[in-house]
């Protein structure tokens, strides 16, 4: 079972609109939340990451929301462009010594950005 | 900037073969990972390891097996390739900032079981 749930599977957005993607967590020992961004032929790469300490981070026309309370996180692209198209995944990983750095992921996210 | 190499980007085996994925990083990092990808199911862990000749079963393990004799390499083994097996295999390492380290990962391979 996967102990990150994402959704939705595939998300088609105009240019220039919002695209908002949302995962929940069971485990309260997760501490750490990135969103990942993979291109097709590529290895995910890091796009921003949040610790619980904080409900809101912005880097450029990326956002994570973040509700503690309701262990969910969700990722806000805004002014979407066609070169935002990719597949996004959420993670969570505890800074736990028994947990050895392991992330669980969600199960991605298709995006596509319509010109 | 952090480089994961993996080995072969397309690989068709046969069934019953045994199979190695390699990968390789330049950064010292302690933490190595093996994961799948598989569409709808995101990228599950098979094997990780934070030390050389040191693993740790993920959570998909059954099937595999890892090698790590060196630091900057873990390999993964296929010890009979079933056709179940046809997936991704993406490989990536996490830099030691505790808790908050960011992975780094391979450009993947594509293994097709025939």
């Known amino acids: 079972q996967q102990q990150v749930k994402q959704s939705p599977q595939s998300l088609i957005v105009q240019k220039g609109g919002i695209s908002i993607i949302n995962c929940a967590y069971e485990?309260?020992?997760?501490?750490?939340f990135p969103w990942y961004q993979q291109f097709p032929g590529k290895g995910p790469a890091l796009l921003i990451a949040i610790r619980p300490d904080v409900s809101e981070k912005k880097e450029g026309r990326f956002t994570i929301s973040f509700n503690k309370s309701a262990k969910q996180f969700s990722l806000h692209i805004m002014d979407s462009q066609p070169g935002d198209s990719a597949t996004y995944f959420c993670?969570?990983?505890?800074?736990?010594?028994?947990?050895?750095?392991?992330?669980?992921f969600g199960a991605g996210t298709q995006v596509v950005v319509t010109p | 900037d952090v480089k994961v190499t993996q080995s072969s980007r397309y690989l068709v085996k046969r069934t019953g073969e045994k199979v190695f994925l390699e990968c390789v990083q330049d950064?010292?990092?302690?933490?190595m990972f093996w994961y799948r990808q598989d569409p709808g199911l995101g990228l599950r862990l098979i094997y990780f390891s934070y030390d050389v000749k040191m693993k740790e079963k993920g959570d998909i393990p059954e099937g595999y097996s890892v090698s790590r004799e060196k630091k900057e390499r873990f390999s993964l083994i296929l010890e009979s390739a079933s056709t179940n097996q046809t997936s991704m295999y993406l490989c990536a390492t996490r830099a030691p900032e505790k808790g908050m380290g960011r992975a780094f990962f391979g450009q993947g391979t594509r293994l097709t079981v025939v």
């Open positions: 485990n309260t020992a997760f501490d750490y």
């Open positions: 950064m010292d990092h302690e933490n």
């Open positions: 993670a969570a990983s505890s800074s736990k010594s028994d947990s050895w750095g392991k992330f669980q």
